[in-house]
């Protein structure tokens, strides 16, 4: 199978990529600007498996060229990860927001994978190797909303909301649409404190692109194993 995995230089789109390539996949990893290490030293050990690429997602552009540049060199896709994101404003009330941060949030966390979806889609191979994957979080749960992470818990909920969209779009193609919590992990974004590794989540992500358990959830709000999140 070919991966395309958005923000692979750190944190969870690093591990995700990782254990693709373990596994004998091919991986359009691609990173906002800089590869860093670590990206580079899977380059220099699984070499044309891996092919590192320029996608900042709030740049339309930048998508749509990489997008044509693999449609041209002939390439297909059978698994898309929307997993860039930032959480910013934290713990800031309402009263206090920066709007202009809470715009970016929404840019990158809803409309990259937007953007991404939208050029990369005709690449995609349809049928039952198919998965388009949203690495949403539990801060999107209407269920257990809290004050504060406004932008962030605001642009997860829209993210599963584009998720089920995209599903009623997609029936009767064979893709596999989730929209997936993947758990508090040791990540820049999740801190020290956090209790996941962020290479148990990628290989229960990576299980769930090989279909290695039928996910039955009747939104497309998933756990990290696949079990239904609460909406
Ligand atoms: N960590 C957690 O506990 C947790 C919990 C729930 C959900 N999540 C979700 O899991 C996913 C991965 O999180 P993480 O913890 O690995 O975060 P992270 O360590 O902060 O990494 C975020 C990644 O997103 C990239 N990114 C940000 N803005 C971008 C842009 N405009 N264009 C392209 N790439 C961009 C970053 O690239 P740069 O290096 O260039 O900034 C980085 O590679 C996110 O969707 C996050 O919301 C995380």
Do not use: C
């Not at 690449?123 to 406004?150: C, Q, R, V």
């Not at 974004?189 to 962020?198: I, L, S």
Request: hydrophobic share 40%.
């Amino acid at each position: 199978m070919k991966f395309l995995i958005t923000g692979a230089n750190r944190g969870l789109g690093l591990q995700l990529t990782r254990e693709a390539l373990k596994r004998g996949y091919h991986i359009f990893a691609t990173v906002r600007k800089d590869q860093g290490e670590s990206l580079l030293e899977l380059k220099n050990k699984y070499s044309d498996m891996l092919s590192i690429l320029t996608v900042d997602v709030q740049k339309e552009e930048e998508v749509q060229a990489v997008a044509k540049h693999l449609e041209d060199s002939g390439q297909h896709l059978d698994v898309m990860i929307n997993n860039a994101a930032v959480l910013n404003e934290r713990e800031k009330s309402i009263e206090e927001l920066d709007m202009e941060q809470s715009l970016i949030a929404l840019d990158i966390n809803v409309l990259g994978p937007m953007r991404i979806v939208k050029h990369f889609l005709p690449l995609l191979n349809k049928g039952p190797s198919a998965s388009i994957f949203h690495i949403s979080s539990e801060a999107a749960s209407f269920t257990n909303a809290y004050a504060g992470d406004y932008p962030y818990g605001i642009s997860k909920a829209a993210l599963n909301m584009f998720s089920e969209k995209l599903k009623k779009y997609l029936e009767g193609d064979g893709v596999q649409v989730l929209a997936i919590h993947p758990g508090w992990m040791k990540t820049d974004m999740g801190g020290e404190n956090a209790p996941y590794d962020p290479k148990e989540t990628a290989v229960m992500i990576i299980d769930l692109a090989e279909r290695k358990k039928e996910v039955v959830s009747r939104f497309t709000f998933v756990n990290r194993d696949g079990s239904s999140m609460d909406i």
